[in-house]
């Protein structure tokens, strides 16, 4: 019975073209919700083959989550076709790396509108949707980099510490009506972002990490489903990285 535990729920998450919000998106289908994908490019069909084998309910909204009006589309559209918002997550994000003295204005703004604003865009657009319901689920993705920083990366570094912060304002905000608000903070993680890095970085970057490898899409999908069942967590960062962060 566990498993269907999220039938007639509706799981909306940014970024699920591809990567990792694709893979938290097709968890949620797994446990029989109802999925709203998004992404900023007209919709593959073949993207929805996984989705349709599993039986469960899809919508896909195009849009841009760093434009405010996009992200109100996004949500109202989940509540009209599917009646509720029940999980809202984050994933939407890009990188755009350069050395601080390099980095123009543009470069850094890019990454901030996108991870950071784009992630208060729908928050603030879904939270008058869950406060009417008296519940819901916010999961946002941030990275080890936004606990720990990481040289070459101040912009993105910046996005998702400035995500940790939104985090625990909004869950200390619409806690009292039940909803929880909770971050992701994954380390090297195989997906697009990591395909890209040479196999020599790859073996620099797992003698960083205490569990020796990259971490799979999956487990990070898993640690979204997680924080979406337990109703007394909120305000957390839960690190999925293999050891890399170790809080006190």
């Known amino acids: 019975m566990r498993k269907h535990k999220m039938i007639n729920k509706t799981v909306v998450v940014t970024g699920s073209t591809r ?20 992404g900023r490019k007209p919709l593959d069909e073949t993207l929805l083959q996984s989705f349709n084998e599993l039986g469960v309910k899809t919508h896909y909204v195009q849009g841009d989550v760093q434009n405010m009006e996009d992200a109100a589309k996004l949500i109202t559209e989940a509540k009209e076709v599917f009646g509720s918002v029940d999980v809202l997550v984050n994933n939407a994000g890009i990188t755009n790396d350069k050395l601080i003295m390099r980095m123009s204005e543009e470069d850094f703004d890019s990454v901030i509108n996108v991870n950071l604003k784009g992630t208060f865009n729908t928050i603030q657009q879904v939270s008058s949707v869950m ?37 625990k304002s909004v ?17 090297f993680i195989e997906s697009d972002m990591t395909d890209v890095l040479s196999d020599k970085v790859k073996e620099v970057a797992k003698t960083q990490i205490p569990l020796k490898r990259f971490g799979k899409v999956e487990e990070v999908a898993q640690a979204a489903i997680f924080l979406s069942e337990n109703r007394y967590i909120t305000g957390q960062v839960l690190n999925v990285d293999g050891g890399m962060v170790m809080n006190g």
């Open 19 to 38: 990567g990792i919000g694709y893979g938290i998106a097709l968890a949620f289908a797994q446990k029989g919700a109802n999925i709203v994908l998004n």
């Open 131 to 167: 406060l009417k319901q008296k519940s819901g689920t916010i999961i946002n993705l941030s990275s080890v980099v936004g606990l720990t920083g990481n040289a070459g990366q101040a912009n993105y570094a910046a996005s998702k510490a400035g995500v940790v912060g939104l985090t």
């Open 171 to 187: 869950a200390r905000e619409l806690s009292a009506r039940g909803i929880t608000c909770n971050a992701i903070a994954p380390g």
